[in-house]
């Protein structure tokens, strides 16, 4: 499937502009699997945590 | 009727913007037929001092090429614009960053600290480093403040067109010229090229085929009928504005993106990193990670002249004491 | 102190700003040549793969892509141990001649001449390439467009476009011309020999034979003592595309030869405070200061130096105007840096009879013009004489090509000592007692650093980074010549 090659591949470039991998998960989760959607979605929460905000250090702030 | 007054100035640039100019040829003189060129500083001697001499909007048209990367660069750019009626973004650094803004993968610590500190040639022991101001022994020396990120010129100003290209194509440069000279300019926003993608208007045979491998450019000889992407080699023509007239295409070289997003597309590498896996055929874990190994440098690839103008618009450094 | 500045100087390539400081006499103390631009490509190339070196690094010069091409696609060959076929080097040399020939014109005509034509102290408006066109004529004028247009058509047929060319890879180029387009492109050359010829006439008609020109010319305000540094072939000939690197000193005697593999150990770089560009020198005789003569390190690149460090052209044409030019000066070395302007005429000459050669080779279209690499990819140096000098690209990659470090000695950067000094001697020259530095006093200090025909981006662009590698020196057909370490202090 698409997604499958496109996030690997958007991870590979993420990483090179400095974004932790940890920030993109792809996991495949049907509509039954209530319980297995949260475990992922709270396992990401908290790694979110620990990675901290997201601070671009870019826009259009000079240097 | 005095003529227009138009001017031409450079940034962050190589000048091939400027030369560009100069490769309309003998229409370079119709050009100075129809305008007064009032400041140009590869071919006209007219100074700083002249443009700051003159009455706002008193300048009809500014071609502005090269992106913005220092005090100096950001202080014209206000100059000109306060000049200027119409101000145009004219070639990829001053659209999108372009090739400059690649520095957007670093900042300026670190090119200072490789190029004054490092440099195996450097006859440099007591560590001196270019200042904003030096004391010499008849007085005072300045010098402009470098960014550590690369800007476009809409990014600090506002800007009313863009000519889009690294550099642009000379029959793009005459259609500029002409839709001022006849009073025909598109509504402000405008992208003067194609609205189409580089590869709708390729020529090359497109047979809808999928790669099972990527080939770096020197690892083969491609076709030259047949679509680049299909044979492998990673061309930028899916996500990129068209107009260019395929020169690279047709020396047999992929598309690198230098005319920039096509309409619609807002940040042209999340659109090229789909644009890739689309042309992908393998699904197992092993081809996926075949296929991210061979694609090698995706950042410098898919952002080679739009990284100023990405989304992220510069790579996120380690929270250091140096400025950011 | 009083403090006169010209900001930007202008009918260059780049960006950079004289300050004249005045003492109480109203005598010029000092002069200073500050460039304010840096963009960091040795940094930024860092992570690209190096097969697209030949398609980033153009990028440093609009004027120049095709030396920076030219430079970058042999440093990529060597990064990958590959010899390109000889067609494959033959039309790289074909369109290189081409590029000379475009960046010569464009030099003479549209940035030089104005100052010659119009006058030094004409009115800015028109001292340009639009009031060169009004006062030559449409005739002449359509002529030199027409001519570089030729130069600027092969190279955007052989390379996809001519500013920012794609044609180079490791192992050859993208694609061979078709006898169709040898066809066209001979036609060009010999009209561009003619124009070569026409050039040099004009210069003397409009320079030379003005006295007062002349006398500019051969005055001491716009000479300087240096040693010189340039290409040659095996035959010490002018060579634009490849050769060993040989300097002479002040008095014409031959002060070193070497390969460029070997720059590390010739050349050193001073900074100051008050510009983003660096000083170059020669390193055994050392950094001195800027002051010239034998003593000091400071050196000087570009078409004078060429001409004053090798022992001819390699064409007939262009040999005789060498002479010619030596007869009328005096003998060599020539310090006079207005005659940059001949020597530049005396190469477009001869680039245009070496392109006319190489336009009738008959293996110019052949079809074989890739080789595929096969080597582990780690290191490489490629060398050319930019039209403004000497210029080295110079890769370190990791064993999949992907740039580690990157070092490049760009050509107008080895000028940098050189333009400070004839800035400063042309504006304590000029500039005297009491008098008004008017504007066309000030175009005349200008005049002294564009004699050197400057690109202020190649100069800025890059300056050399950290490089602590063994360099391995292979011939052509891929053994081992020499090995060289670089350690770091």
């Known amino acids: 499937m698409k997604t499958a090659r496109r996030i690997p591949l958007l991870k590979k470039m993420l990483a090179q502009l400095g974004i932790e991998v940890e920030r993109v998960r792809l996991d495949w989760v049907s509509a039954s699997e209530g319980d297995r959607f949260a475990t992922i979605v709270n396992e990401m929460t908290e790694q979110i945590r620990q990675l901290g905000p997201f601070n671009r250090n870019g826009g259009s702030e000079n240097g | 009727m005095a003529k227009p007054k138009l001017a031409l100035y450079w940034a962050a640039a190589c000048g091939g913007c400027d030369v560009a100019v100069l490769d309309t040829n003998e229409k370079i003189l119709d050009i100075a037929n129809l305008a007064d060129i009032v400041f140009w500083p590869i071919a006209v001697d007219f100074k700083y001092h002249h443009v700051k001499a003159m009455e706002d909007k008193s300048i009809d048209l500014c071609l502005f090429n090269g992106a913005i990367r220092s005090t100096e660069q950001e202080e014209i750019a206000r100059l000109l614009r306060d000049k200027s009626k119409v101000m145009v973004a004219f070639g990829a650094c001053a659209c999108f960053g372009g090739i400059p803004a690649l520095a957007n993968f670093t900042n300026r610590e670190e090119i200072f600290q490789r190029v004054y500190h490092e440099a195996p040639s450097n006859n440099n022991e007591d560590g001196t480093i270019p200042l904003l101001q030096t004391s010499v022994a008849e007085g005072e020396l300045e010098l402009p403040e470098l960014f550590d990120t690369v800007l476009t010129l809409q990014q600090v100003v506002p800007v009313e067109y863009f000519v889009p290209g690294c550099p642009p194509p000379v029959d793009l440069i005459l259609k500029l010229v002409d839709l001022y000279a006849s009073g025909k300019l598109p509504p402000v926003g405008a992208v003067v090229a194609s609205d189409k993608t580089l590869c709708d208007e390729c020529e090359r045979i497109k047979e809808e085929k999928k790669v099972t491998r990527l080939y770096r450019p020197h690892e083969i000889i491609p076709d030259p009928e047949k679509c680049l992407l299909e044979q492998g080699i990673i061309c930028c023509g899916p996500a990129t504005r068209g107009g260019c007239g395929l020169r690279c295409i047709e020396a047999n070289m992929p598309c690198r993106g230098c005319f920039g997003p096509p309409p619609g597309v807002i940040d042209q590498g999340a659109k090229l990193v789909s644009a890739i896996a689309s042309i992908y055929q393998g699904d197992s874990e092993e081809e996926i990670k075949k296929m991210v190994e061979e694609m090698v440098d995706p950042a410098g690839t898919f952002y080679r002249f739009g990284l100023a103008d990405s989304m992220l618009k510069r790579k996120r450094l380690q929270q250091t004491e140096g400025r950011m | ?489």
């Open chain 3, 1 to 489: 102190m009083q403090k006169v500045t010209i900001d930007p100087i202008t009918r260059l390539e780049g960006h950079g700003k004289i300050e004249i400081f005045l003492n109480d006499d109203g005598d010029v103390e000092n002069a200073y040549l500050q460039i304010p631009e840096l963009r960091g490509f040795e940094k930024f190339c860092e992570g690209r793969p190096v097969e697209e070196m030949p398609r980033i690094t153009p990028r440093i010069c609009g004027v120049c892509p095709g030396a920076h091409h030219m430079a970058s696609t042999k440093a990529t060959d060597a990064v990958y141990h590959v010899d390109p076929p000889p067609a494959a080097k033959k039309l790289r040399e074909l369109f290189y001649c081409a590029h000379m020939i475009h960046s010569h014109i464009a030099h003479f005509y549209a940035l030089a001449a104005p100052d010659f034509v119009l006058g030094p102290m004409s009115d800015p408006a028109y001292r340009n390439i639009l009031g060169l066109v009004n006062k030559v004529g449409l005739e002449i004028g359509a002529e030199v467009i027409k001519h570089r247009a030729f130069a600027q058509d092969i190279q955007a047929v052989i390379g996809g476009k001519a500013t920012h060319p794609v044609c180079g890879l490791p192992g050859g180029m993208s694609k061979p011309i078709t006898e169709e387009e040898r066809e066209d492109f001979e036609e060009k050359a010999r009209s561009l020999v003619e124009f070569g010829k026409f050039s040099l006439k004009l210069f003397d008609d409009l320079v030379l034979a003005n006295k007062e020109y002349l006398e500019l010319i051969t005055g001491d305000i716009y000479t300087m003592n240096s040693y010189y540094m340039g290409m040659v072939d095996s035959n010490n000939k002018v060579n634009f595309y490849d050769g060993d690197l040989r300097v002479v000193d002040p008095e014409d005697k031959e002060a070193a030869k070497f390969k460029a593999a070997d720059y590390l150990d010739y050349i050193a770089e001073h900074t100051e405070p008050w510009s983003y560009l660096k000083f170059p020198f020669l390193k055994k005789v050392g950094w001195k200061g800027l002051v010239d003569g034998k003593d000091s390190g400071v050196y000087r690149v570009n078409s004078l130096a060429r001409l004053n460090v090798a022992d001819g052209m390699a064409t007939p044409l262009a040999q005789a105007e060498y002479e010619r030019m030596f007869d009328t000066l005096g003998g060599k070395p020539v310090h006079a840096t207005l005659a940059f302007h001949w020597a530049r005429l005396i190469e477009l000459l001869y680039a245009a009879e070496r392109l006319l050669e190489l336009c009738q080779d008959n293996e110019i279209t052949s079809p074989e013009v890739r080789t595929i690499p096969t080597a582990t990819p780690d290191e490489g140096i490629g060398v050319v004489e930019a039209p403004r000098g000497v210029l080295i690209h110079h890769y370190k990659t990791d064993d999949k090509g992907i740039i580690e470090k990157v070092n490049l000695i760009v050509a107008t950067v080895m000028n940098n000592p050189a333009m400070n000094m004839s800035v400063k001697k042309a504006a304590q020259g000029l500039i005297k007692k009491g008098q008004v530095a008017s504007e066309g006093l000030l175009n005349m200090v200008e005049m002294a650093f564009r004699a050197y025909d400057p690109c202020m981006a190649c100069a800025t662009h890059a300056l050399p980074g950290q490089m602590p590698l063994e360099v391995v020196i292979y011939k052509s057909q891929g053994e081992v010549v020499d090995r060289l370490s670089q350690h770091l202090h």
